[in-house]
């Protein structure tokens, strides 16, 4: 356990109430840490690949690397029973909206790793028309990895970014928990005659002026 | 794209200077074959020797007389090619298809068409489609009217396919030009030394990759309801099955009812949405399906969820730029996607190469054989139910033969191992002994015991045996390739029916079965894993003998290739059947015209007539047999 567990305090050591027996087994920690220390540890990313670099995520969860050791096993095929969505490979104009909607359709809290260079910019293929330059420019990503395909072991070393990221958070200050700040996630963007994202929906109005 | 507002900054001059692109030159007319001069004895004012190779035909009105000829008379069975290209100095677009002889095989037979461009984003005026001839032409055409505005007439179907109805423009027309534009050819200015490197976000008007017609409203904009192909299929059917494929036609009876009682009992139909996030969809495909009970009644996909416009790209890299890009398409099996574009090229420079090289790109191609056969038997259990364990066992295999590819080439899939004329790298011997360590010891043991294990076990047996069956004239004319058409009773394979490579020096079957179904297709790729390894294991011995170590490049090593002007289609045989790369060059440093026959994609076309009449969960474990990659299928 990712707590301590040496400082058992004293007054603890000859509480009655503790069986003798149970005398060196008992641990204290603060919710915060418990309560990461239970989330990172099952992550339950969401069956979804997209290219290339989703068959590098398969052989991650495959034998050899065995993505369970970290308890992220679970590929869940629906979002809503997923934690972390693995964008592994190349978003297409085409494919965005769809992508969006899953971010969307996940519970809170929910991660993102943009998994390899399409995810996190476009990548070798940045140029093309039907092309999304990077997810992030409409889902938040928390962890980017490089590689075209990255390696199992970097697909790896994200989930072990993720959680240290996962621990740096407190209970008493992560969004979800928070009353009135809720989440209603990312505006779909349209296919149009181009991808258009509503954000900027008065922007190109403007400028598409005749 | 004249009408768009925002042009992206215009580029200087480019740094070296090379002859214009698409400039109509003077080029040698095609050299005639006997079934060529046997269309133009036939047909004689209506064709003429086209640009390159291959005919010309002047007079549309006899087109598909000529091809009904084609097919019929010179017994050019399969519809292998089409596609179209955009010679905009000379005013035309040139729709070219390309027949071959299914299962003799040889050179293939090019039928061209051309018809004038059209201004702006106009469409062309139409030409006769194939599909009442080759089914097999439906989805060709349509990516060729998605990428060129071409339009067939007769076509059932003509929709946009990889890309969305309602996208301004064109894509693959000479002068359309996406977003992050910065020049007709690379090497751009931008990354030549002197020009200064910005950010294609900093380039462009929108700091993205988009581009707008002028006036356009985002608030006003209805887009293209995507319900398009659910109206499309709700006219509602009697539940008998239109299509004639063996399945039973007929509504099935339960016993002790009749047929008027039995429509009392008709089960409503409804339509479901499957993909292009689902986990048995092999990555971002999308079908739709009708289901009348459990029964597909009709099915239809939606493709190009990752069209990454790679032909595009394509023109505009040089061509060496193109050889880690093919990696990319089936991902799975990157070095034999290179070999087809380094063998078209090669063919066009007339480059030789050496026994040495020769020898690797058998032995690493092969290899990738086993990856992806192992590969697609996996998933195809997966399909069937048997949730990743068999799959576990299967990526171990490949992940032992990737381990190889790696350390020969320095990565795991995306391998960039091919050069023109050459391999990049030799085998050290410590790989070699790897490489026969694998060929002798370890992956006949690991087909033994799949074979042991699965191909008599009940389950597999019960789900496979019948499903999905399709017969070989059908397979034929939905230009079928790969394990799919071999288990439909079809001996076509590539490496025998038009050679390339050293295949002749190895003694090795093609396995032919002749039932059609999942579970043929499944024993097709056990059998043709035992000839692979049969492959290898001459390669390797072979090799030892009558090659030089470390003579791996014909030739001069360059870096820049100008390749002669000239057109050619050159094909191998993928693990998913036939990959054609149809190339043409201007005699400059990059491709005019780079298409891509790519058989995943081809393979989809007769899925639906597989699927009707099946029961919906056969329809996944139909798509698991054909061993689609997307990254293939939409390119
Ligand atoms: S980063 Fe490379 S491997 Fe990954 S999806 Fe993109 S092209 Fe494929």
Request: aromatic share 10%; charged share 25%; with cysteine.
């Amino acid at each position: 356990m990712a707590t301590q567990t040496t400082n058992i305090p004293d007054e603890l050591k000859n509480d009655p109430r503790v069986p003798e027996d149970l005398n060196n087994n008992i641990f204290i920690t603060t919710l915060d840490k418990i309560y990461n220390w239970g989330r990172k540890r099952s992550m339950w990313p969401l069956l979804f690949g997209l290219a290339c670099c989703a068959i590098e995520m398969i052989c991650t969860a495959a034998s050899r690397h065995d993505l369970s050791r970290f308890g992220w096993e679970l590929m869940r095929a629906s979002p809503r029973q997923a934690d972390l969505m693995i964008v592994s490979g190349t978003v297409t104009k085409k494919m965005i909206p769809q992508i969006v909607r899953l971010y969307n359709q996940m519970p809170e809290p929910r991660y993102v790793v943009a998994m390899g260079s399409c995810a996190t910019s476009g990548g070798p293929f940045k140029e093309g028309y039907n092309v999304v330059s990077g997810i992030d420019k409409f889902i938040p990503v928390d962890v980017y990895i490089p590689g075209c395909p990255p390696r199992p072991e970097a697909l790896l070393h994200s989930f072990v970014k993720l959680q240290e990221k996962i621990e740096k958070q407190s209970i008493r200050t992560v969004r979800w928990y928070t009353t009135g700040k809720t989440d209603n996630g990312m505006l779909v963007p349209y296919l149009g005659p181009d991808l258009v994202d509503l954000r900027r929906a008065d922007e190109i109005k403007q400028k598409t002026a005749l | 794209m004249s009408e768009v507002t925002a042009t992206p900054a215009k580029p200087a001059a480019k740094p070296a200077a090379p002859a214009a692109h698409g400039a109509a030159k003077p080029v040698a007319a095609a050299k005639m074959t006997p079934e060529m001069s046997a269309i133009a004895a036939k047909f004689g004012g209506a064709v003429e020797a086209a640009q390159y190779e291959g005919l010309l035909v002047t007079d549309h009105s006899k087109f598909i007389e000529i091809a009904t000829y084609v097919r019929d008379v010179l017994k050019y069975n399969q519809l292998t090619n089409n596609t179209a290209t955009d010679y905009i100095k000379d005013g035309v677009i040139e729709v070219v298809n390309q027949f071959t002889r299914v299962p003799q095989g040889g050179a293939p037979l090019t039928l061209k068409l051309r018809v004038p461009r059209p201004s702006g984003n106009d469409k062309t005026q139409p030409v006769p489609s194939l599909c009442p001839l080759y089914p097999g032409a439906e989805f060709q055409e349509r990516e060729t009217y998605d990428m060129y505005g071409v339009v067939f007439e007769g076509h059932p179907d003509l929709r946009r396919i990889l890309m969305w109805e309602g996208f301004n423009g064109w894509p693959l027309r000479k002068d359309w030009k996406e977003a992050y534009y910065e020049g007709d050819t690379k090497p751009f200015e931008s990354r030549w030394p002197g020009g200064d490197h910005k950010l294609a976000e900093e380039r462009v008007p929108w700091e993205d990759n988009v581009n707008y017609p002028p006036g356009f409203d985002p608030f006003a904009f209805k887009p293209h309801p995507d319900g398009d192909i659910y109206d499309s299929m709700l006219a509602p059917s009697d539940g008998t099955v239109s299509i004639d494929n063996g399945h039973g036609v007929a509504p099935t009876l339960i016993e002790g009812l009749n047929a008027s009682e039995m429509a009392e009992l008709k089960t409503d139909e409804i339509i479901v949405n499957m993909g292009p996030q689902h986990p048995s969809t092999h990555g971002v495909l999308r079908m739709v399906v009708k289901l009348d009970g459990e029964k597909v009644t009709d099915l239809k996909l939606a493709l190009g969820y990752l069209h990454r416009n790679h032909e595009k790209i394509g023109e505009r890299n040089t061509w060496l730029h193109n050889i880690p890009y093919t990696d990319r398409l089936d991902y799975i099996t990157g070095i034999y996607n290179e070999w087809g574009y380094v063998l078209g090229v090669e063919r066009m420079m007339g480059l030789k190469t050496t026994d040495r090289v020769e020898y690797l790109r058998v032995i690493t191609g092969e290899l990738t054989r086993l990856a992806s056969h192992f590969w697609a038997i996996g998933f195809l259990l997966n399909d069937l139910g048997a949730f990743f364990t068999p799959a576990l066992y299967f990526i171990t295999e490949r992940d032992l033969i990737i381990d190889l590819l790696e350390a020969v080439t320095g990565s795991r899939m995306m391998c960039n191992y091919m050069r023109f004329g050459g391999v990049s790298r030799d085998f050290t011997s410590a790989q070699w002994a790897m490489a026969r360590e694998l060929a002798f010891e370890r992956l006949p043991r690991t087909i033994d015991e799949l074979d042991h294990f699965l191909t008599e076990n009940e389950i597999l047996k019960a789900r496979s045996i019948g499903t999905g069956y399709m017969s070989a004239d059908r397979c034929i004319a939905h230009s079928l390739t790969g394990p799919c058409l071999r288990a439909a009773g079809i001996g076509y394979d590539v490496r025998r029916a038009d050679p390339y490579g050293y295949y002749d020096r190895f003694d090795f079957n093609i396995p032919v079965l002749y039932n059609g179904d999942v579970y043929d297709r499944y024993l097709v790729r056990v059998q043709e894993m035992r000839e692979s390894l049969k492959i290898i294991q001459q390669a390797l011995n072979q090799a030892e003998t009558q090659s030089k170590v470390g003579d791996i490049q014909g030739g001069k090593k360059a870096y820049n290739h100008r390749v002669p002007a000239g057109q050619c289609y050159a094909r191998v045989e993928t693990p998913k059947g036939e990959l054609g790369y149809y190339l043409v060059s201007d005699g400059n440093q990059n491709p005019y015209k780079y298409h891509i026959r790519s058989c995943s994609y081809i393979n989809l076309n007769s899925m639906k007539e597989m699927a009707v009449g099946q029961k919906v969960a056969d329809s996944v474990v139909i798509l698991g047999s054909l061993d689609i990659v997307l990254g293939e299928v939409d390119r």
